[in-house]
């Protein structure tokens, strides 16, 4: 094994829509829901593919493709609620532990669907990119998970081959089984219970010694 892949939300790092569940609100607020695949899927092609400034645009965009009407105030409220949503992102020093333990024997790799804004903040409180041998973010790669793409343009950047790979992520689609689709090994990393039954699973980044 020469290279460890992370995911980065709910993964490594988390932010306070974690606990008060803005994005959750937000789709709510449109009669949808982030459990749904599909909406998760256009909300990220819409906030996540671009580095927007300002949110206004991508909400619009949304509420058009999803023929939501929308008025000037509702566009505002949603807004307030992302922008709450984004606030500073928090990890526990444990897995940043782990991370610096891991770098000292593997190449590292972070693949992140994800808004600038919250990002950025990540990027200054965590100075990840000395934590992180390569990162991919969609908004510069133009490309969301579970594209093969992103794993394949991993997989390049950090010179190895995929069979001396691990992927580890907390989404069984857009992490574990899109990489394991393109030959990466992936391991599930489940610490709410969803998936019991399934057999390349830990609940918390200590536990991947298990596996390398």
Not at 26 to 41: H, P, V
Not at 56 to 81: A, C, G, Q, Y
Not at 106 to 134: A, H, P
Not at 173 to 198: M, S, V
Request: charged fraction near 35%.
């Amino acid at each position: 094994m020469k290279a460890v892949i992370f995911d980065c939300w709910d993964t490594i790092f988390y932010n306070e829509a974690e606990k008060t569940h803005h994005f959750q609100i937000f789709a709510e607020r449109i009669g949808r829901s982030f459990q749904d695949y599909e909406f998760l899927k256009v909300f990220e092609k819409h906030f996540m593919l671009e580095k927007h400034y300002k949110l206004e645009t991508p909400i619009k965009d949304l509420l058009i493709e999803l023929n939501i009407k929308n008025s000037k105030e509702l566009i505002i409220e949603l807004r307030s609620i992302l922008e709450e949503g984004l606030n500073s992102p928090k990890s526990s020093s444990k897995t940043l532990k782990v991370l610096n333990e891991l770098k000292k024997k593997y190449k590292l790799g972070l693949i992140t669907n994800t808004f600038y804004q919250s990002f950025e903040r990540l990027e200054k409180k965590f100075k990840i990119n000395e934590i992180f041998d390569v990162i991919l973010k969609s908004y510069e790669t133009k490309t969301l998970k579970p594209d093969p793409k992103v794993f394949e343009l991993m997989i390049k950047k950090l010179k190895v081959d995929k069979d001396e790979v691990l992927m580890i992520g907390d989404s069984l689609k857009d992490d574990i089984e899109a990489a394991e689709n393109i030959g990466i090994k992936g391991i599930l990393i489940d610490r709410k219970g969803k998936h019991l039954d399934y057999p390349s699973r830990i609940t918390s980044l200590d536990q991947l010694k298990e596996f390398l």
